[in-house]
């Protein structure tokens, strides 16, 4: 009877033992499941907390940047006729008398997500004057508030047969190239 006691016993114990065993093991699954789902569940709120610095810093750069964009878009709006009023305006704060003329259009080019064409006109400006108020004339056109440059300049000493005043010893030429999106594009 003793023995039989005891291989019941033993039998339970090796059944609790199992018993234990297995949920030791089911315990164990569970927990590397829940792990890894936590190591998942970080590795996407990093990624959403990327994304969402990722956005806030574009959308802080938009609107640190919506002035000078306006800005961008009012210079390169500016019609033709504005710009040749632009010209002759510079040389009339210099001093001397600048004539605009032969204005030519360039290709033109559509922006990339936009309905604009932009457009390249070069402009023909000449005067006559002396050399300070030539070279003043030239660095105000080099300044002014639309979108372009001086591809040439050239500067040339009128002979004194030419110069019947005596008082414009140098004679002005340059070539300034402009962008716009206006539409009266020659």
């Given at each position: 009877m003793q023995k039989e006691i005891?291989?019941?016993?033993?039998?339970?114990?090796?059944?609790?033992?199992l018993a234990v065993s297995f949920s030791v093991a089911l315990?164990?699954?569970s927990l590397q499941g829940r792990i890894l789902a936590g190591g998942k569940a970080q590795k996407q709120g990093e990624l959403t907390r990327n994304q969402d610095q990722s956005t806030a810093q574009l959308h802080a750069f938009a609107q640190a940047t919506a002035s000078e964009r306006a800005s961008l878009k009012a210079?390169?709006?500016?019609?033709?006729?504005s710009i040749a009023t632009m010209l002759t305006g510079a040389g009339k704060a210099a001093g001397v008398?600048?004539?605009v003329s032969?204005?030519?259009?360039?290709?033109?080019?559509?922006?990339?997500g936009s309905k604009y064409m932009l457009s390249a006109v070069?402009?023909?400006?000449?005067?006559?004057g002396t050399f300070a108020k030539l070279m003043?004339?030239?660095?105000?056109?080099?300044?002014?508030?639309?979108?372009g440059s001086i591809e040439h300049i050239d500067m040339s000493r009128v002979s004194?047969?030419?110069?019947?005043?005596?008082?414009?010893?140098?004679?002005?030429?340059?070539?300034?190239?402009?962008l716009t999106t206006a539409q009266n594009v020659p």
């Open positions: 005891s291989t019941s016993f033993a039998l339970v114990m090796f059944a609790s033992a315990f164990a699954f210079l390169l709006q500016t019609d033709i006729l008398s600048l004539e032969g204005a030519q259009s360039r290709a033109a080019t559509t922006l990339k070069s402009f023909t400006v000449t005067g006559q003043d004339a030239a660095g105000l056109l080099e300044a002014l508030p639309i979108a004194p047969e030419g110069n019947t005043r005596g008082d414009f010893p140098w004679q002005f030429s340059t070539r300034i190239r402009v």
